[in-house]
């Protein structure tokens, strides 16, 4: 049984071993990726999609840009981690083929139209400001369309990862990921809750070198340059794939543990803008609204990802 996916993404190298997994994976049937403004400025997370699939031997796979800032806000990017280009520490060469010329909204929609009801899943693995839009402009159409909304985001047990009390993705958009949360669709979150405790292996550059092709060389640049920034600021020799987490989620379910929870996002408090509220002991009669997970086998989860990786050229 394939699930039908929307990958809405911020490429940023967590992004791109998330997009990599999902390319690399029979299970997964992926209609395109939409571009949001995110790690770095939207033309470039655009044209890194473009990089990926075209790494992945995909290049049929479209790339619709999307929203170029939040919905209320000012764009706030992460260059400190992930580079100037978004996914630094591989010579990528230019995309072959440009990423499409219609909005990501405007195809989100003609897609949902023309699929069965609740038969494509969203995936946001960056801020969730377009599907926010897309919610504000068809939301009839989305709770009709969509079978569920995967995504990375969020913080309670961890604390944040870019505000002391805010994950980046939803920080960059508190509204946005409001509207997300409030909507009624079956909704997964994989916070860093579960993805920092998912670090990847002391191994892993070895291992993805070992592979001998372009996607293991690619992948092993991007991570050494991703993990220094991030070994340096949090004293670690690894560093967790936060989306592709998220992504092996979808595959492997059975790796994951977490609770439904309601979860409600801090849009208000200039203190904790952008935390994600967790009622994690039921304290109070708001309705549960998400599988907020904790945890995970990381290890198995990444031998399987490599595994997956190992298929690609
Ligand atoms: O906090 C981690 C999230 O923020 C990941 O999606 C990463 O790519 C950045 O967008
Ligand atoms: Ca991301």
């Not at 949001?36 to 790339?63: F, H, K, M, Q, Y």
């Not at 993990?227 to 670690?236: A, I, L, P």
Request: proline share 8%.
């Amino acid at each position: 049984m394939t699930e039908t996916i929307i990958i809405d993404t911020d490429p940023g190298h967590d992004d791109a071993f998330a997009i990599l997994l999902a390319l690399a994976s029979p299970e997964l049937e992926v209609l395109g990726l939409t571009t949001v403004a995110g790690n770095v400025p939207l033309a470039t997370v655009s044209a890194n999609a473009r990089r990926i699939v075209e790494l992945a031997g995909r290049p049929d796979i479209p790339v619709f840009p999307g929203a170029d800032r939040p919905l209320l806000r000012p764009a706030m990017h992460a260059h400190d981690v992930h580079g100037d280009m978004g996914i630094n520490g591989h010579d990528w060469p230019p995309p072959r083929h440009p990423p499409e010329g219609r909005h990501a909204l405007d195809w989100m929609v003609e897609a949902l139209e023309a699929a069965a009801d609740h038969s494509v899943s969203l995936v946001p693995l960056g801020p969730q400001t377009n599907l926010g839009l897309l919610l504000r402009r068809a939301p009839d159409l989305a709770r009709r369309k969509l079978r569920r909304i995967v995504a990375m985001g969020g913080a309670y047990f961890q604390g944040g990862n870019y505000a002391p009390a805010a994950e980046f993705n939803i920080l960059v958009d508190p509204e946005a990921a409001a509207i997300v949360f409030g909507a009624g669709i079956e909704l997964v979150a994989v916070p860093i809750d579960c993805t920092n405790l998912a670090l990847t292996p002391e191994s892993w550059i070895p291992d993805l070198l070992a592979l001998g092709s372009e996607t293991g060389r690619a992948c092993a640049g991007m991570m050494r340059f991703f993990q220094e920034s991030g070994n340096r600021m949090h004293g670690t020799t690894t560093r967790p794939l936060h989306d592709a987490v998220a992504m092996a989620y979808l595959l492997w379910p059975e790796l994951f543990t977490g609770r439904l929870c309601n979860v409600e996002i801090e849009t208000a408090s200039e203190l904790s803008l952008g935390s994600t509220v967790v009622d994690w002991f039921g304290r109070t009669p708001r309705p549960r609204n998400c599988l907020w997970i904790t945890g995970c086998d990381a290890a198995t989860m990444y031998a399987r990802m490599l595994q997956r990786l190992a298929t690609l050229p």
